[in-house]
């Protein structure tokens, strides 16, 4: 049996690294930013292929940062991120993972680029507006976890 050329296709695109994952966190829901952090990352390139307005329970919080768990910050990191809703979302476009790291900034919003989304609606290097996957791999992982099969577009 032949294989599907059009699932082929999908696959090794989806496998070049052409999708990565974003969280609004809770600071920047607060402070009403959604709207401008999402028109930046449309104004970058990218394609939303899900998305949605969820909430972290701490234990949840937890098990997605559970590659933190060592270390000292991890659990502020999991009562901040279970504080409030979150904006979880898949993004995709050519070179993912990787531009979008350059379009979110440095974790510490004073050594974030100028006009990057940390630079820009960021308080401090623990409320800093987003997360963006830091591989392919763990892109994969993190969207993963918020998303099942038939929430992506």
Do not use: W
């Not at 998305?51 to 000292?72: C, D, I, N, W």
């Not at 609606?121 to 099969?149: C, K, L, M, P, R």
């Amino acid at each position: 049996m032949q294989p599907n050329l059009n699932y082929t296709k999908i696959t090794q695109y989806i496998m070049a690294g052409n999708r990565t994952f974003t969280m609004i966190k809770p600071d920047a829901v607060r402070a009403g930013n959604i709207g401008n952090i999402l028109q930046m990352i449309n104004e970058a390139g990218y394609r939303i292929v899900a998305m949605k307005l969820t909430q972290l329970s701490l234990a949840k919080a937890g098990e997605f940062y559970e590659v933190h768990k060592e270390r000292p910050f991890y659990g502020e990191l999991c009562e901040f991120m279970s504080s409030g809703p979150i904006v979880a979302a898949i993004l995709e476009k050519d070179n993912a993972v990787e531009d979008f790291r350059n379009l979110i900034g440095a974790t510490n919003p004073a050594n974030a680029a100028p006009g990057t989304i940390r630079a820009k609606y960021a308080t401090s290097v623990g409320e800093n507006a987003v997360h963006g996957s830091d591989s392919d791999e763990n892109a994969a992982i993190e969207g993963a976890f918020h998303f099942g099969g038939v929430e992506k577009f």
